[in-house]
Nanobody, 114 residues
Framework: VQLQASGGGLVQPGGSLRLSCVASGTNFRLTTMDWYRQVPGKQRELVARITSGGVTNYADSVKGRFTISRDNARKTVYLRMSSLKPEDTAVYFC?????????WGQGTLVTVSS
């Protein structure tokens, strides 16, 4: 199983970015997909989740600003981030659970700064 995350970068406060995570080695349409983020010195936190049925959940800190979605044909999960704030600066990771094992992408850095 491999997860390949991309789409991070430098963005000004109030701007937008879209992260992508392509999965291989799973029956993607049956999986729940998560986006986490981590700031140095802090625990990794769950940002958004989408189930195989398309049910979504968000951390309170990103509700109304972030949208998670999936394209089963492309085996890809997206995280659309809008109205970005400096406190959204972090390394973002995608994660899935398959066969009882957690798999993580390599992380993509999002920096929100003027």
């Amino acid at each position: 199983v491999q997860l390949q995350a991309s789409g991070g970068g430098l963005v000004q406060p109030g701007g937008s970015l879209r992260l992508s995570c392509v999965a291989s080695g799973t029956n993607f349409r049956l999986t729940t997909m998560d986006w986490y983020r981590q700031v140095p010195g802090k625990q990794r936190e769950l940002v958004a989740r989408i189930t195989s049925g398309g049910v979504t959940n968000y951390a309170d800190s990103v509700k109304g600003r972030f949208t998670i979605s999936r394209d089963n044909a492309r085996k890809t999960v997206y995280l659309r981030m809008s109205s970005l704030k400096p406190e959204d600066t972090a390394v973002y990771f995608c994660k899935t659970l398959w066969g009882g094992t957690e798999y993580w992408g390599q992380g993509t850095l999002v920096t929100v700064s003027s």
